[in-house]
């Protein structure tokens, strides 16, 4: 059976990972008949944000520990998420992508990818597997690989799609129920809540791409 390794960035779309979208990656990646690991860095987020008041709260919360809420516990540090385990690499989007993976959400082009993201990136893609993300995620993952010319979407965003050309990478236009597939580079990226999606539109977008994952891994 084929195993997948799966990066959380936290619990809550406005801190960390988009919840809906990183249950449905998991409930696809079991339906399509392949095994999860669940990783995520051992940090502390960037802030905490209250998600009914939408405000910045005063108190710190670990990634790794508010990943597991997702997990059901069954969650490992990042640090030892090795490539050859594994047959392909899965990035749910949230807040938590581009705050606590990277700090995209505050440096825009100048984004820095969490080095042992962007190491586990490189990695998977330099042992040609496959690398999976979705909503705000491809952007960590063409920073991580713009000198490979990767092609991702994250929707229809000019001012990300912008920055993600910038890292050498391209930027191709989807629907909100499409993904795009990189054949040269085994890259497949869906948006999902990069647009303001309901969650049967989020689900058809992902479970497509796991779908397509499934045939060609």
Known sequence: MKKIAVILSGC???????????????????KYGMEY?????????????????????????NVLVESARIARGKIKNLDLL?????????????????????????KGAEVKVLKK???????????????????????????????????????DDKETAADIESFGARHI????TEFNFD????????????YNAKITEAAEGIEKLVKKLSEII
């Not at 063409?142 to 994250?154: E, F, H, M, P, R």
């Not at 236009?173 to 909100?176: E, G, L, Q, R």
């Open 82 to 106: 090795n490539a050859e385990n594994y047959d392909a690499l899965f990035l749910p989007g949230g807040n938590g992508a581009a705050k606590n993976l990277s700090d995209y959400a505050f």
């Open 173 to 176: 236009n989807k629907a909100v």
């Open 37 to 61: 690991d669940v990783y995520a860095p051992d940090i502390d987020q960037y802030h905490v944000i209250n998600h009914l008041t939408r405000e910045v709260e005063n108190g710190k919360r």
């Open 117 to 155: 993201a962007e190491s586990v990136i490189k990695e998977f893609s330099d042992e040609g597997k496959y690398i999976c993300a979705i909503c705000i995620a491809p952007v960590i993952v063409a920073k991580s690989l713009g000198n490979k010319k990767v092609q991702v979407t994250i929707g």
């Open 12 to 30: 809550g779309y406005l801190d960390g990972s988009e919840i809906h979208e990183a249950t449905l990656s998991l409930y696809f990646i079991e």
């Open 183 to 194: 054949e040269a580079n085994k890259v497949l990226t869906t948006p999902a809540y990069m």
